[in-house]
């Protein structure tokens, strides 16, 4: 069973940074990818950034692009997601999944619980 871990979230000021991580349990090479997406409070959950773990290929929704950049360390089965000049509407729990290179959620197949991530203004 690949169980994922999100870390690295807290409370930042706008336009501050801050670099979420996502850690396996156990070797992803047998996943195609791993997604962040994240859900604000009274909102549904969007889809943030994705990378393919063998092509190094990636996604990035229009609101963060520009501003975040996922990237991935195959050696510890970690995913990095490096967020910039951030906004209050960054505010949300943020998840990370494995599963198919896509945009939507449902291509995911594993998910962490999630990490807050709070932009004062």
């Known amino acids: 069973q690949v169980l ?11 336009g501050g940074s801050l670099r ?7 070797q992803t090479s047998g996943r195609h990818a791993v997604g962040w997406f994240r859900q604000g409070p009274g909102k549904e959950r ?4 994705a990378i393919n773990w063998r092509a190094d290929s990636t996604y990035y929704a229009d609101a963060v692009r520009g501003r975040f950049t996922i990237s ?3 050696a510890k089965a970690t995913v990095y997601l490096e967020m910039n ?4 509407e960054d505010t949300a729990i943020y998840y990370c999944a494995a599963g198919s290179f896509a945009k ?3 291509a995911y197949n594993s998910w ?10």
Do not use: H, I, M, Y
Not at 85 to 88: D, E, F, G, V
Not at 112 to 121: D, E
């Open 20 to 26: 979420l991580s996502c850690a396996a349990s156990q």
């Open 104 to 106: 939507v959620a449902g």
């Open 72 to 74: 991935r360390d195959n």
């Open 46 to 49: 969007e889809f943030v950034a």
């Open 4 to 14: 994922l871990a999100e870390s690295g979230g807290g409370l930042v000021q706008a």
């Open 85 to 88: 000049s951030l906004k209050p």
């Open 112 to 121: 962490g619980q999630g990490t807050q991530l709070t932009v004062s203004s």
